[in-house]
């Protein structure tokens, strides 16, 4: 079977783990599928492909230093190059930069070259609901079939993408120099063929439409993907769309043949 585990610290799990229990069916694969909440090491182990929810990002990584996975994380995504999707505070934790974090800072596990803002929606409209027009969903449509319809996107206290940054980790670290940023540790993959599956060009995958005409969010960086890794500012898992757990779990299964 294929093992997908989503990271059960804090936060959103259970509603993932539902989502890709509704979603196994529709996807393509020879073998089966096993849903587990990973807490320890052992359970990370056994892992073809990880998400780490939304929730509280320094928490999560505060919980997840506590139980010394922070470092196994980093190899899972880093150096075993295995597919991983972080929503919302996940999305946090994958980037390799981040600001708007508290003086010393929380620790990142990285693998998005991309600085994240963090509640970039400040107060007045911390949580809303937009449609948003997702390109990569056409790949679950039929040849010939319309535009996939807006996904249901849930924004809660959620971060954008602010900045694409360089590849190079030397010039990441110096460009967060300048301000408040955090960056997560630099790491070498483990061969050559988890090197094949590093990709230096993040991919934008989705952007928010404005809710209003003119207005200035229009634009903003809401969904990236990077070789391995992918992010979402906003929760599908709190919708009943099934779409982008269909699309990623797809790409695990493609991963591991
Ligand atoms: N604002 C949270 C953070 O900074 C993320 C919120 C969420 O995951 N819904 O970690």
Redesign the pocket.
Known sequence: AITVGVLALQ?AFIEHIHLLQKAAPLVKSKEGFEFIEVRTLEQLLRCDGLIIP?????TLSLIAQRNNLLEPLRDFVKVERKPTWG???GL?MLAEAANSTKKGGQELIGGLDVRVH??HFGRQIESFETGLDLPFLAELQAEGESPPPPFPGIF????IVDKLLPHVHGEQAAEAKKDDTVVAPAKEPRNESAAKKMSDTVEVMGVLPGRNPGDAEAGDIIAVRQGNVFGTSF?PELTDDLRIHQWWLQKVVDSKS
Do not use: K
Not at 54 to 58: I, N
Not at 156 to 159: G, K, M, S
């Open positions: 936060g939304g929730g509280e990002s320094t929503t919302c505070a946090i963090r509640n809660i206290r959620a971060p929760h």
